[in-house]
Every structure is written in C-alpha cells, then in structure tokens.
C-alpha cells in the first residue's frame, strides 16, 4: 500500500533536491494486498499500514477506487511536505499518480503489462516527449 512515513518522505525529498528529480510518481496497482486487507479490516501486524490506508479511503469500498484513493492520498501527502512544496513552486517538481493494471494479482503475475495512464490527467492533456524538458527525456 501507498503510505508516506518520515524515510519516504526523506528519500523523496533526497530525489529531488540532491538528484534533481522532477518527477514524483505514486504508483498504486490494482489487486493490492494492502487494499484488501483495509477493506477487510485486517488487524494485528498489518494494522500499521490498514489503519492509514482504511483513513484515506473513507467510504470508498470498490477494489480499484480504493487503490486510487489511497495512491491520490499518498501524493497528496507529499505535496503538504513544506520541503517537497517549495521545491514544486521553485524548481517545477511534479507530484503525479498512476494506477498499475495487473490481471490478478502483481506478486504472482510474470507478465509486464502497460500502466494505465495518470489518474490526475486526462490522455487528450498528456504532454507528448517533445514537450519534456531535456534534461528530463529518457536517454535512448
């Protein structure tokens, strides 16, 4: 499950001012273990991760809406990060969020399938590679 604690936020905070990351993506995926288990109400072990999931979906009970509530939840921690904001109004950091299809279930699934595209932008707004700046197009 998509949860923020004080290393993640660290280490994205570390990507993007000593790395010079301009891109945050939050990557859920669909038949997540972590969901279920919310869903569930799963308690004991895993209570550190259901309880901060069960928040962020609130009343949310579909699987795939949850994976996305919970991955929306998670970058928009981030972006209340005042390190991970300032760097946003600064330096053009990007916090994105994107759903991962599996078939079934991603532990088990050998087969690499495409993402669904970000959540929080519509395919018809999608920059295409020519409007990514240089420094940040993949290297062919």
């Known amino acids: 499950g998509n949860v923020v604690g004080p290393i993640e936020l660290a280490s994205a905070v570390y990507a993007c001012e000593h790395l010079h990351t301009r891109l945050l993506l939050v990557l859920g995926h669909t038949h997540c273990g972590a969901i279920k288990a919310a869903l569930d109400g799963e308690e004991g072990s895993v209570a550190a991760i259901t309880e901060r999931i069960a928040a962020a979906l609130g009343d949310v009970r579909d699987p795939?809406?949850?994976?996305?509530?919970?991955?929306?939840?998670?970058?928009?921690?981030?972006?209340?990060?005042?390190?991970?904001?300032?760097?946003?109004?600064?330096?053009?950091?990007?916090?994105?969020?994107?759903?991962?299809?599996?078939?079934?279930?991603?532990?088990?699934?050998?087969?690499?399938?495409?993402?669904?595209?970000?959540?929080?932008?519509?395919?018809?707004?999608?920059p295409d590679t020519a409007s990514i700046p240089t420094r940040c197009r993949p290297r062919t």
Do not use: F, K, Q
Not at 95 to 105: F, G, L, N, Q, T
């Open 64 to 126: 795939y809406e949850a994976s996305v509530a919970n991955a929306r939840a998670a970058a928009a921690e981030l972006s209340a990060s005042p390190e991970l904001a300032r760097l946003a109004a600064e330096h053009d950091l990007d916090i994105r969020v994107a759903i991962w299809y599996c078939p079934d279930s991603c532990a088990n699934s050998s087969r690499r399938l495409p993402a669904v595209g970000m959540v929080t932008r519509p395919a018809a707004t999608r």
